[in-house]
């Protein structure tokens, strides 16, 4: 028996695909007041199954919108128009109609959000958000046995005393524990794909790190993919297989984790990375930040959408749009949308010995 | 239970500052209760007499005290004209009918209203809103007289569905109540149903924007089960205070109802007793109007508790 599910039951025989969520020339856009908005433009990428993906920009790169197009959430504004395709785990997830989404969201596919106290219905009992997940998805559960495995699932995401906090209100726990209990929802039932949303950002920083270990944990253990969008690097470090650098709505630099940190090849990336303090830097250095603001989304310039901000750029870039692709030979997976890319890891050393030579 | 005794306390205040009002509005009304008893053609010295008789003459705080005395024993004090009968039996007579018109209409209202504006919540300022939008102010442009008078010639003349008049207690035979009861009902919901149906839109929409509401999408949950059990209650405060407001103001308020359907409710026990100075009854009718809204406002006010687990906390 494959399970209960037979839309897109794979015979036995035959190994799952390693590809669980494959995304080609995603867009969204929002039709405003203003204007077009693209926020996510010709977006393509593949998540193999139990990997995590890292999503790394800043606000308004489109970053949050591309998780929950992934969703098929986006698509529910009336204003909202989604194309490309989304494929997940074979099944055209592009604009899902209702029977699809009800079907596969909360179950195979799962979303933790930024803000856990808006993200809770202030007047649900915490017990009873996550055991109405769980009945959705399996009717013939009786309310006895969600309990029960609602408190089981409040302990698994190491919620103390989770018989007490089952029968609380969301405004009577703290913000770590409120996205413990965002998480156990999410785990509910035992998705493939966890949308991971800026999920610490409301956070205190001690609390952040449980929170993103205890993610991290549960992922290996279950096997489960995760796409993890956040504006800090820092979050993504250490936690991800790739990373993909999103600026603007589209995607500038994607590379296997371990190469990205290393080297990076858009000078936004490189520009990120360095505006982070690092802890092995020496002590009053000055962090490098990026002139400029995001472009007006409204406003489609031709070429490079870093360009206007970027002090290598050339004529080139602001006719053109450069495309994502792999830099050196030596690493075909280290992909970077950039004419002129630039080689982090070098620029990185000049900087760091000028400075130790300095007085 | 300290929201409770917090409460209790300043109902009992309340319901005194109203008992001092109904009383002072009363003594201001114009009129003489003495002519009222009497007529116009008596000896001056008849109504000197009847009016120290009445105690009329006595100083103001001492009838205060008097009658709320006597009010607080539940003794409304005797009508002044005819028939001669004790307000308590008049006002016990009205305030039912009354009081079961408000409260159907409300329940009718409210079963029209929240599918409206569950439907209108959907899409904003899609098609269906926009309708149901043009509908709701079509309706709140028709007075109730006009309402309740397209409803008798329809229903009653055409159709002969419903009874026109006659009132039959609940307590006699509930069947036949409500089946009375069911137009003029009808013709106050119809009143009510716009400012219903407004409000608690509002009040969705916003609440659709919420973070939570688009958590529980990414739980697979159906947009009609979001709509009613995430989206309903934490949209409902608004609306239940207007309903509270609509309870209290009907059970004093629907004269011109009554009069269509040829009722004795509150509303023209009030008005008959003001035309001819017949001051115990207004006093009394009021007094218990006024009770009613107190109540009512307090039944509210413990609601939002019940509604809202986090006021619950900050006032217990």
């Not at chain 2, 009968?85 to 009081?99: D, K």
């Not at chain 2, 919540?121 to 006009?146: C, H, N, Y």
């Not at chain 2, 089960?225 to 509270?244: E, K, W």
């Amino acid at each position: 028996m494959i399970g209960t599910n037979t839309l897109h039951a794979v015979p036995a025989d035959i190994e799952p695909s390693k590809t669980l969520l494959r995304v080609r020339d995603l867009s969204a856009s929002f039709s405003t007041p203003s204007g077009e908005v693209v926020s996510v433009e010709r977006v393509s990428f593949d998540l193999h199954r139990g990997k995590t993906l890292g999503i790394v920009g800043e606000s308004g790169s489109g970053k949050s919108v591309l998780g929950r197009t992934i969703m098929g959430l986006t698509g529910l504004s009336g204003n909202a128009t989604v194309s490309g395709q989304i494929l997940f785990d074979g099944v055209d997830f592009t604009n899902p109609d209702k029977k699809l989404r009800s079907e596969f969201l909360g179950s195979k596919i799962a979303m933790i959000f930024q803000d856990p106290l808006s993200s809770l219905n202030p007047v649900k009992l915490v017990g009873t958000h996550v055991t109405e997940t769980l009945r959705q998805h399996d009717r013939s559960l009786s309310r006895r046995d969600a309990k029960e495995q609602a408190i089981g699932l409040l302990d698994k995401v190491r919620i103390p005393d989770p018989q007490r906090r089952f029968g609380q209100y969301p405004h009577e726990l703290s913000g770590g524990m409120r996205q413990r209990v965002g998480i156990a929802i999410a785990l509910a039932c035992s998705p493939q794909l966890l949308v991971a949303d800026e999920p610490t950002t409301a956070l205190d920083v001690t609390v952040q790190k449980h929170v993103l270990d205890l993610l991290g944990a549960i992922c290996e253990e279950q096997g489960m993919a995760m796409i993890l969008v956040s504006h800090d690097l820092g979050v993504v470090a250490g936690r991800s297989d790739e990373v993909m650098v999103m600026y603007a709505g589209r995607i500038q630099e994607k590379a296997p984790a371990s190469e990205f940190f290393v080297r990076q090849y858009h000078p936004y990336a490189y520009g990120l990375l360095a505006s982070k303090p690092m802890l092995d830097s020496p002590a009053h250095a000055e962090l490098l930040s990026i002139t400029g603001r995001p472009p007006d989304p409204t406003d489609r310039f031709p070429g490079c959408r870093f360009a206007p901000r970027c002090q290598n750029a050339r004529a080139i870039c602001r006719e053109q749009e450069p495309l994502l692709e792999p830099v050196s030979d030596a690493a075909p997976e280290h992909k970077a949308a950039c004419f002129f890319p630039i080689d982090g890891l070098a620029v990185r050393t000049t900087v760091d010995n000028s400075q130790e030579g300095a007085p | 239970m300290k929201l409770m005794i917090n409460k209790v306390v300043q109902l009992v205040v309340v319901l005194l500052l109203v008992s001092i009002g109904t009383f002072a509005l009363t003594s201001l009304m114009p009129g003489d209760p003495a002519t009222a008893i009497l007529g116009p053609d008596q000896p001056a010295e008849a109504y000197i007499e009847l009016r120290e008789e009445l105690g009329l003459n006595d100083p103001v705080l001492a009838r205060y005290f008097g009658w709320l005395g006597h009010a607080l024993q539940g003794d409304l004090g005797n009508s002044l004209v005819t028939p001669f009968r004790s307000v308590n039996e008049l006002v016990g007579g009205a305030f039912p009918v009354s009081f079961q018109l408000a409260a159907m209409g409300l329940i009718i209202s409210l079963a029209i209203s929240i599918p409206l504006a569950m439907v209108s919540a959907r899409r904003p300022d899609g098609a269906i809103d926009r309708a149901i939008s043009a509908l709701t102010f079509g309706i709140l442009a028709v007075p109730s007289f006009v309402a309740g008078l397209i409803l008798i010639a329809l229903v009653v003349n055409q159709l002969n569905i419903f009874p026109r008049t006659q009132w039959i207690p609940f307590t006699e035979n509930p069947l036949d109540n409500l089946y009375h009861a069911a137009l003029p009902a009808i013709t106050i919901a119809l009143a009510e149903v716009p400012t219903f149906t407004r409000v608690l839109r509002g009040d969705l929409v916003s609440t659709l924007q919420e973070d939570f509401i688009l958590s529980a999408r990414a739980k697979g949950m159906p947009a009609w089960r979001i709509m009613i059990f995430d989206a309903f209650r934490p949209s409902s405060y608004s609306l239940i205070t207007v309903v509270g407001l609509a309870l209290a103001s009907l059970i004093g308020s629907t004269v011109i109802v009554e009069t269509l359907f040829s009722l004795s409710g509150m509303g023209s026990l009030i008005v008959n007793a003001s035309y001819v100075g017949n001051v115990t009854v207004v006093q009394g009718a009021v007094l218990v109007i006024a009770v009613c809204y107190v109540l009512i406002n307090a039944v509210v006010d413990l609601l939002y508790a019940v509604i809202d687990p986090r006021i619950r906390r900050a006032t217990t």
